[in-house]
C-alpha cells in the first residue's frame, strides 16, 4: 500500500474490551467498555476534529493546593482581595475539578485558556469574566453569535457563577500559575486537599485564631464508623436479600440529616457524603442482581447534597465547603454511571449542602432546617396572619416597619425536623490564648456558671450540642484536645453535661495523636467522643498503645467523662492538699515562654 493509503488509526474491540493502535504516533489505548466516557477524546477523529496533545498530568495531591496558594497569593498582591477573592479562587477550582472529571469536556478549561487569551495574560480577566458569565446562562438564554468554545461549555448554576465579581487583572507570570494549576489531573482528588488548599493560604497565625485545623479522612472515619456508619452497613447486611425492606433502608438513608457546627472546608460533610453514597451504590447493586440494569438511575438515586448542613466562620472556606459537596456528588455520580451504563451528572445544579457563614456559638442551630420567613409589607401598620405547617392557629402581628421578619411558630417535636447526626472538630483554641470575645462565648454558653471562664473554646461547642439535643434521638461526635477530659476542666464541662443535660457518653476515643495532609500541621493530642441525651448498651471505647498507632476496642458498662470503664464519678478542684504534704501553688503547666527549660550546659 502506499504511504497516504495507511490508516491513521486501526480499533478492534470484543464489545468489552477496546484497543486503539495510533499509528501515526506508535502508541496504544486500551481500555473497558464502561470506561469509554473517559476515553471519547481519543476519537475526535471520527468527527473531522484536529488532533489534541494532552499533557501528561500528575495526580492531584499538595501540589495542586500549593499551586492554588500562588495564584491567591499573587492576586492578593495586585489588590484583589477580600470576598471577591475567594469566590473568584473557588469558581476556578470548580472549573479546575470540571474539566479533569466530564462535567466540561476534557481540558475544555486550559483549551480556552490557551487558545483564547494572550500570552502576556492582559486579556485573561475579561475572558473568565466572560466564561463565569457563560456557565451561568442556560444555553438558550445565551447570545447566538458567541464563540463557539464559548458556547460549548455547560450551564453550570447552582449560584456559584451567579454574582457579578470586580474584573481582575492578569499578567503573564498569573496566567502561567493558572496554567499549571490545569496541568494538574483533579479527577483524582482527595476531599483532604480543599482543606489543605486553604490551609496553604492562610499563615500560621491566622489558622490559630480562627480554629482552622483539618481533619485527616483517616480520623473522621474514627469518628463516622462508629457514631452511625458501622450501624448503617450492619443494617444493610440484615436487609440485602429482601427488597421492601432495603427500599425502606434506602429511603431511611435519603432522609437524614447531618450537621458540621465548626465545618471549615467540610471534610467531614465530604467523607460523610462520600461513604453513604458508597452504602446507596450496594443498595443499587444489591437491587440489580438480575443484572437488567435501572431505566433511568437518575430517579433510584436518592441520596443528594441538600441533606448536609454547616457553620463556618469564615467565609472562603464555607464556600469551598459548598463547591466541594458538589464535587464529590460528581465524582460518586461518575461511580454509578460506570457500574450501570448510564451517564448522569446533576446539571445544571439544583440542590446545594447549607453552608451558613456565620459564627456557630451565635447561630440557632435548628434555624439551618427552619429558615426565617421575611414578609415584604406594603402598608406600615398592618396586620399579617402566619399558618404555622401543619395548621393549629393563626397568629396577628402588627408591623410597624415595612420589612419584618418573622419566625414560623416552632412546630411540636412529633413533626419537626431535626439534625440526625451533629459531628466535627471544633476549634482547637485552648482558654489560656483565647481571645477576651471568645472567652464571653463560652461562659454566656454555659449560663455563667462558676469555673466556665477556665474552659477551651471548643466545651462551647459541647454544650450547645447537648441543649440542642435535649428529647431528640440525636447523637453527636466531636473531636477534641484531650484537654476537656484531664484537669479542672472536665468536672466544669461533665458536671453540666451529666447532671443537667442527661447525657451519655456512647464511645470514646482516648488520645492520640492529631494528623492532617496539610503542610505544618500542628502537634495536638485528641481524643474523639461520641454522646446523645440517651444511653446504650453498645458503649466502645478505642485505647491506642502507641498514640501514634492503631486503635483496638474495649466494650464497657460505662464510659464516664476521664474515658473510662467505670462510674460517672467528678473530681472537682481543691486548694488544701489531702494529707500533710505542702501546698502546691502553681501545677506544671507549659506557660513560661520557654525560660524555665535549663540546656544540659545550664543545668550542670
Known sequence: MKEHELPKYILVCDFENFRLYDLEENKTIEFKLNDLVNNVQHFGYLLGYQKKVYKEQDPANIKAAELMGKLHDRLKEIGYTGHPLEVYLVRILFCLFAEDTTIFNKQQFQE???????????????????????????????????????????????????????????????????????????????????????????????????GAHYTSETNILKLIKPLFLDELWQEFESVKDNKNKLNEFHKKLSTLKFLDPACGCGNFLVI???????????????????????????????????????????????????????????????????EFGQYFVRLPLKKAATIVHGDALETDWQSLLNPVNTINVVAKHANIYLVEEPISEYKTANV?????????????????????????????????????????????????????GVLDYVTAWYIKAAKYIQGLKTKVAF?????IVQGE?????????????NIKIHFAHRTF??????????????????????????????????????????????????????????????????CNVPKMSFGNMPLDGGNLILSDEEKN
Open 112 to 210: 480556552y485558556i490557551e487558545q483564547r487569551t494572550n500570552i502576556d495574560g492582559s486579556d485573561l480577566a475579561a475572558k473568565l469574566q466572560e466564561l463565569f458569565q457563560v456557565l451561568n446562562t442556560p444555553k438558550e438564554n445565551r447570545y447566538k453569535n458567541l464563540d463557539e468554545q464559548l458556547a460549548d461549555f455547560p450551564y453550570v448554576n447552582g449560584k456559584l457563577f451567579e454574582e457579578l465579581l470586580p474584573t481582575a487583572s492578569f499578567d503573564s507570570n498569573m496566567r502561567q500559575a493558572l496554567l499549571n494549576c490545569c496541568y494538574i489531573d483533579w479527577s483524582k482528588i482527595s476531599p483532604a486537599i480543599f482543606g489543605s488548599m486553604f490551609q496553604s493560604v492562610m499563615n500560621p497565625k491566622e489558622r490559630r485564631n480562627l
Open 272 to 338: 460523610t457524603y462520600r461513604e453513604l453514597r458508597l452504602l446507596e451504590f450496594e443498595i443499587l447493586k444489591a437491587l440489580n442482581k438480575s443484572g437488567q440494569g435501572f431505566l433511568d438511575i437518575s430517579q433510584i438515586l436518592w441520596i443528594n447534597v441538600d441533606q448536609f448542613f454547616g457553620i463556618e466562620y469564615e467565609e472562603f472556606p464555607a464556600r469551598i465547603a459548598e463547591v466541594a459537596m458538589w464535587l464529590i456528588d460528581h465524582q460518586m455520580n461518575m461511580l454509578v454511571s460506570s
Open 400 to 452: 410597624q416597619t415595612e420589612t419584618y421578619q418573622i419566625h414560623k411558630g416552632k412546630p411540636s417535636p412529633t413533626n419537626e425536623i431535626t439534625f440526625d447526626y451533629i459531628i466535627g472538630n471544633p476549634p482547637f483554641i485552648g482558654s489560656k490564648i483565647m481571645s477576651q470575645t471568645q472567652r464571653n462565648a463560652v461562659v454566656k454558653e454555659f449560663e455563667n456558671i462558676q469555673g466556665a
Open 479 to 483: 473531636v477534641s484536645t484531650n484537654s
Open 489 to 501: 476542666q472536665t468536672s466544669i464541662l461533665w458536671g453540666q453535661m451529666l447532671n443537667k443535660y
Open 513 to 578: 495523636k492529631w494528623s492532617n495532609e496539610a503542610k505544618g500541621n500542628a502537634a495536638v493530642y485528641c481524643v474523639i467522643i461520641g454522646f446523645a441525651n440517651f444511653d446504650t448498651n453498645n458503649k466502645v471505647i478505642f485505647e491506642y498503645e502507641d498514640i501514634k498507632g492503631e486503635a483496638h476496642e474495649i466494650k464497657a458498662k460505662n464510659i464516664n467523662p476521664y474515658l473510662v470503664d467505670a462510674k460517672d464519678i467528678l473530681i472537682t478542684k481543691r486548694t488544701n492538699p489531702l
